[in-house]
């Protein structure tokens, strides 16, 4: 865990630093990959996946061609008295509002994608407890955070949990991920290979094969082992908990 959490100190300070104003335009709007990210926030798998792998969205050039969504929800439910149930507890429950406020506050993902990485940094190491400190860390006012969170926070997650629930193939585990609104399943790590391969346009980013150079999205760093899937599935316990304010 010690050098996980080097490495997760080493990314966030190199993202904050070198993340640009401004990234150049894909030659066509039109061309974009669409990628979508369902998850919930306490799953250790989809704090992994965002803090160290959906990070390379930024890090390798793909912003251009892609239009990333993140929708925080994942296994949660909801009871009959209308109360969130949240397969890992209050605290998950808290947390999901509070990225699903940081969207809503900062829709351009430039923005609100650095807050998220860095909590899901923190909650993989088991660090949540410390997630304010990323008010700091990515810029973003905490203010305008709380009080979404209070106000609209449970209605934002409301939407979310439809949006969810209207998957067609239901997702079965998170993270799941869907690219042109294919669900990826297993193979969510993979991402990259098709994110590249769904591009149509002409402004190729240098990973997926553009200028001339080698096709890098499915080198042995991004392919996923042949081993047990690393998912927090929909069918486990829930545990549920009154919508917490912050």
């Known amino acids: ?9 080493l990314l966030v300070c190199t993202f904050f630093s070198l993340l640009p104003s401004s990234y150049p335009s894909a030659s066509d709007g039109s061309d974009k990959v669409e990628l979508t990210l369902y998850y919930e926030t306490l799953c250790p798998y989809c ?3 965002i803090a160290y792998r959906l990070i390379r969205v930024f890090t390798d050039g793909l912003l251009p061609i892609v239009n990333l969504r993140l929708v925080p929800w994942g296994n949660a439910g909801i009871d009959p008295s209308g109360n969130f ?6 605290n998950e429950c808290l947390m999901n509002t509070v990225e699903a406020c940081a969207i809503n ?4 993902v ?4 650095p807050f998220i990485q860095c909590i899901e940094s923190l909650a993989y190491e088991r660090r949540e407890g410390e997630w304010q400190t990323c008010f700091a860390k990515a810029s973003a006012d905490s203010g305008l955070i709380f009080d979404c969170c209070k106000r609209n926070g449970h209605q934002l997650e409301l939407q979310y949990a439809d949006e969810t629930a209207r998957l067609n193939p239901p997702h079965a585990f998170v993270p799941w991920v869907l690219v042109n609104n294919q669900p990826l399943k297993e193979e969510y790590n993979n991402f990259l ?6 591009y149509k346009g002409s402004a190729v980013p240098k990973i997926c094969g553009g200028g001339g150079s080698k096709f890098e ?9 042949k081993t047990a899937i690393e998912v927090c599935y929909a069918a486990e316990q829930k545990n549920s908990t009154s919508f917490v304010h912050v």
């Open 1 to 9: 865990m010690a050098s996980h959490r080097l490495l997760s100190v």
């Open 47 to 49: 704090s992994y996946f």
């Open 85 to 90: 149930q949240c397969q890992h507890g209050p």
């Open 105 to 108: 506050i900062y829709p351009d």
């Open 110 to 113: 430039r923005k609100h994608f």
């Open 193 to 198: 290979v098709y994110v590249c391969k769904a």
């Open 217 to 225: 999205a499915n080198s042995s760093r991004e392919v996923a082992a």
